[in-house]
C-alpha cells in the first residue's frame, strides 16, 4: 500500500526539507541535491579530506608494486632504476 504523504526529499548534509519545487531564482536546481552552496562545499570537503569511501578492493600504490616486484616497472618489465 502506498502512502498517501508526498515525498519531500531532504539535503544529505544538514537534512534540511528541499523545496518540492525550484523558486524564482532556480536556487534548488543549482545546488541539487543540497539546500545550498554551504552544503554542496562541506560535502566536497568531506571528498577530498577522504571521509568518504568508494567500497571496492585494497588499492595498490606505484611505491607499494615495485617493492612487491623487486624494482621492476609493471607496466614495461624495465628497472626503476634501484
Known amino acids: 500500500m502506498k502512502s498517501t504523504q508526498a ?15 525550484p ?3 532556480g536556487k534548488q536546481a ?4 543540497f539546500c545550498s552552496s ?15 569511501a568508494v567500497p571496492g578492493g585494497r588499492v595498490i ?3 607499494d608494486s615495485a617493492d612487491q616486484d623487486g624494482g621492476k616497472d609493471p607496466r614495461s618489465g624495465g628497472d626503476l632504476g634501484r
Not at 30 to 33: C, D, E, I, R
Not at 38 to 52: A, Q, S
Request: a negative charge; hydrophobic letters at 35%.
Open 7 to 21: 515525498h519531500c526529499p531532504i539535503c544529505p548534509i544538514c537534512l534540511g526539507a528541499l523545496p518540492a519545487e
Open 61 to 63: 600504490d606505484a611505491d
Open 38 to 52: 554551504r552544503c554542496k562545499t562541506i560535502d566536497l570537503g568531506n571528498w577530498l579530506g577522504e571521509r568518504y
Open 30 to 33: 543549482k545546488y541539487l541535491p
Open 23 to 25: 523558486n524564482a531564482a
